[in-house]
């Protein structure tokens, strides 16, 4: 499976980016397919999950009614719609895959254990 980001980029805070996962390898039947972010000294954060056994998808609350995701099924693309962006959501955003039928949620959060394979990241500079 690899995986490949797009999308991020310099914007001022207040506006919106796209990002995207382009995923190859895979028919990606029964995945878990989520966005995490790690900012220089923090440690990598889960946002966003989408399922496409079912479609279902799971935000974590610091990005809730500013983040979405969505996915191209017959492109094997996801994405993440990132809207009313802010300068603490600068960071290197990564996608992840992994087999699953659902996205799994521990505590609130995303496991980046249970995920083996990453796209190599897209940084998101969000200026004040």
């Known amino acids: 499976v690899q995986l490949v980001e797009s999308g991020g980029g310099l914007v001022q805070a207040g506006g919106s980016l796209r990002l995207s996962c382009a995923a190859s390898g895979s028919a990606f039947e029964d995945y878990a397919i989520a966005w995490f972010r790690q900012a220089p000294g923090k440690e990598r954060e889960g946002l966003s999950c989408?399922?496409?056994?079912?479609?279902?998808?799971w935000q974590t609350a610091s990005v809730k009614g500013r983040f979405t995701v969505s996915s191209d099924s017959g492109k094997n693309t996801f994405y993440l719609h990132m809207n009313n962006l802010k300068p603490e959501d600068t960071a290197v955003y990564y996608c992840?895959?992994?087999?699953?039928?659902?996205?799994?949620?521990?505590?609130?959060?995303?496991?980046?254990?249970?995920?083996?394979?990453w796209g190599q990241g897209t940084q998101v500079t969000v200026s004040s």
């Open positions: 989408i399922s496409t056994t079912d479609g279902t998808s």
């Open positions: 992840a895959a992994d087999p699953m039928t659902r996205c799994l949620v521990s505590l609130q959060q995303l496991l980046p254990r249970l995920y083996n394979s």
